[in-house]
């Protein structure tokens, strides 16, 4: 099992800057993390795909946080980190760490989507 915690929510006016970061901690045989990355759920609307970075280091972003968003990771720690400038109000929602790992269970090696609690991120003034 993968458990994630993250860190880094709060209140933010908007152009400000937040950082979360997101620790994996495994119980069990892990096989692999595959990718790690974070989703967002505004209010109404569906969970969607933020960033991510894999093992290999490939990141992917959504349009509408290129170059104001940059996710880093680190294997050895499981960790996950998303820098997040000039935010905007539309940027508000709850965030969502995720992890794309493999275990292994009896007799084989199983992938598994992770997520995180959510941790809320608002941009107001």
């Known amino acids: 099992q993968v458990q994630l915690v993250e860190s880094g929510g709060g209140l933010v006016q908007p152009g400000g800057s937040l950082r979360l970061s997101c620790a994996a901690s495994v119980s069990g045989r892990l096989f692999k993390i595959y990718s790690m990355g974070w989703y967002r759920q505004a209010p109404g609307k569906q969970r969607e795909l933020v960033a991510d970075?894999?093992?290999?280091?490939?990141?992917n972003y959504a349009e509408s946080v290129k170059g104001r968003f940059t996710v880093s990771g680190d294997n050895a720690q499981h960790t996950v980190h998303l820098q997040m400038n000039s935010l905007k109000p539309e940027d508000t929602a709850v965030y969502f760490c995720?992890?794309?790992?493999?275990?292994?269970?009896?007799?084989?090696?199983?992938?598994?989507?992770?997520w995180g609690q959510g941790t809320q991120v608002t941009v107001s003034s």
């Open positions: 995720n992890a794309d790992a493999a275990v292994v269970e009896g007799g084989g090696v199983y992938d598994y989507d992770y």
């Open positions: 970075i894999t093992s290999d280091g490939n990141t």
